[in-house]
């Protein structure tokens, strides 16, 4: 009689990512190399609630690495501690626990690795504390915020895009003697502005960490032009705010996972920068380009790395623990500590100093 494979699954959770395929791929490869099975879970949290996962093999990953987005699908509305439910038209939350527990029993899942953010390692590590699922996260997002790692995968790709609009729009900005306002993603932390910036060849960085002060953007875009520098630049996370000012909301979604929707500083820094420069300014949003495509080079190898040292952990039985780069090293943390409050940049790093440095106004 043969010897019981040992099953796993994997699911992606949050909002989309470049390399989320490439470490599925490695997940799925490195379990199958040792002669195991795994699952795929569909759609994040809610294929976990309701049981739609398949067993995946080599045909299911074959030419995924390079591509964008997830094979899985992905949510980030379903948290199974608070899982809505419509019920005679209206929105009513259910603790699905128990549902998610038993299913992976029924289909005898020893663990579960999570691909996600902040939200997703945050449900993943509640279920291994209080729910006793063996779980392994890995650190997803463009915004590159997550504690306890060096660098999230998706980050070098949106960086990149940034970068690229950045070059384009500096020949524009030239021609036309404009001030261009490009808006970043990254929610309450700049690392996506801070880097394209200065790979960009930005003047102005504006980032959630640093409140600016419209006078001192102003004062640089003044100063370029007394220089003879017909054009600026400006970079700003969606996050950022005026000293003694609020964050910029483009709407709220009631009940949705993320309720508070940023969007709209750009436009509005464009506009007082023209009414009280004289210098015509435009806006250019990025959105949601930062966050499809294929991955770059860097993080399809890191997608991969993660991906094979968060099935290794299970195969050894290191449970409750994220997979972290460290030193270029790839280690584990406790999982509850990853999940912890976002990683902010520090407003006195080196990189800041350096972008001071060349010459760079941080709105401050």
């Given amino acids: 009689m043969s010897e019981k494979k040992r099953r796993f699954a994997v699911l992606t959770g949050g909002g989309d990512c470049p390399g989320l395929n490439a470490v599925i791929s490695a997940v799925v490869k490195t379990f199958l190399q040792h002669d195991c099975e795994v699952y795929g879970v569909f759609n994040g949290f809610n294929g976990l609630v309701n ?60 663990a579960l690795v999570v691909i996600g953010g902040d939200g997703s390692l945050n449900i993943g590590a509640k279920l291994a504390r209080e729910c006793s699922v063996k779980v392994v996260g890995v650190p ?23 970068t690229d609009a950045l070059d384009r729009l500096h020949t524009t900005a030239e021609s036309h003697h404009r001030v261009m306002v490009l808006e970043v993603m990254g929610r309450y932390a700049g690392w996506i502005a801070l880097h394209s910036g200065l790979a960009g060849g930005a003047d102005v960085i504006l980032l959630p960490e640093i409140p600016y002060d419209i006078d001192s ?102 449970y409750n623990v994220m997979v972290s780069l460290y030193h270029d090293q790839i280690v584990t943390v406790y999982i509850q500590r990853a999940a912890s409050e976002p990683r902010s940049v520090p407003v006195d790093s080196e990189i800041i100093r350096t972008g001071r440095q060349i010459g760079i106004c941080f709105g401050n």
């Fill in 51 to 110: 049981g739609n996962m398949k067993l995946l093999d080599y045909a299911d990953v074959s030419g995924i690495l390079p591509r964008g987005g997830t094979i899985l699908g992905t949510t980030n509305r379903d948290n199974p501690f608070k899982f809505a439910v419509e019920e005679n038209g209206e929105l009513v939350y259910h603790d699905m626990r128990e549902t998610v527990v038993e299913n992976l029993r029924q289909h005898e899942i020893e």
């Fill in 140 to 162: 997803k997002t463009i915004d590159n915020d997550l504690p306890c790692t060096e660098r999230t995968f998706g980050f070098d790709t949106a960086m990149a895009v940034a």
């Fill in 217 to 318: 953007v102003i004062a640089k875009i003044k100063e370029r032009k007394e220089a003879g520098k017909s054009f600026s630049i400006v970079v700003v996370a969606e996050g950022a705010k005026p000293v003694g000012g609020e964050l910029t909301i483009a709407r709220m979604v009631k009940g949705s996972f993320e309720p508070i929707r940023l969007g709209g500083v750009g436009e509005k820094l464009a506009e007082e920068i023209e009414s009280k420069s004289g210098i015509e300014a435009r806006c250019t949003v990025l959105g949601y380009l930062q966050r499809g495509g294929s991955p770059s080079p860097f993080d399809r190898v890191l997608s991969t790395r993660y991906g094979v040292a968060a099935a290794e952990a299970c195969l050894r039985g290191e």
